[in-house]
């Protein structure tokens, strides 16, 4: 998953409203696939707004992430503190991700090294949450 400004979905609809974009422009301005002042300005909104910087960053050969997991049939939960959740869906291969109780991803055909990568982002993320 790439480098990306992450918030619920009630916040990026509101935003759509408030600034008259549609959800691809939004979503490409939130991923840092375009670097307009239209983008840059979306961003700057978006950090306003609670969002949190998902880096994308690979995870190093042997990591090893210090979570809680659980499971419960096909649900397995893994939290990083009380505020970064992951839920996923292993018959689907789907990860739900929630920071502050709040459904911030949705991620489909999740693979091992995908999850890995996740989850060594999310470390960096929380570090920053509980600075």
């Not at 408030?18 to 700057?44: C, E, H, I």
């Not at 090893?64 to 291969?93: A, D, F, H």
Request: hydrophobic share 40%.
């Amino acid at each position: 998953m790439e480098k990306q400004i992450l918030l619920p979905m009630k916040v990026k609809q509101e935003m759509m409203r408030t600034f008259g974009v549609g959800r691809k422009v939004l979503g490409t301005a939130l991923k840092y696939q375009n670097d307009s002042t239209n983008a840059k300005m979306l961003r700057a909104a978006a950090l306003q707004r609670g969002g949190v910087v998902y880096t994308g960053e690979s995870a190093p050969a042997g990591f090893v992430p210090k979570i809680k997991t659980s499971t419960t049939g096909e649900i397995m939960t893994q939290l990083l503190g009380e505020r970064i959740v992951l839920c996923i869906n292993k018959k689907l291969n789907r990860v739900r991700l929630f920071i502050n109780n709040e459904e911030v991803l949705v991620e489909e055909n999740m693979t091992i090294r995908h999850w890995g990568d996740m989850l060594y982002s999310l470390r960096s993320l929380y570090e920053k949450l509980n600075a």
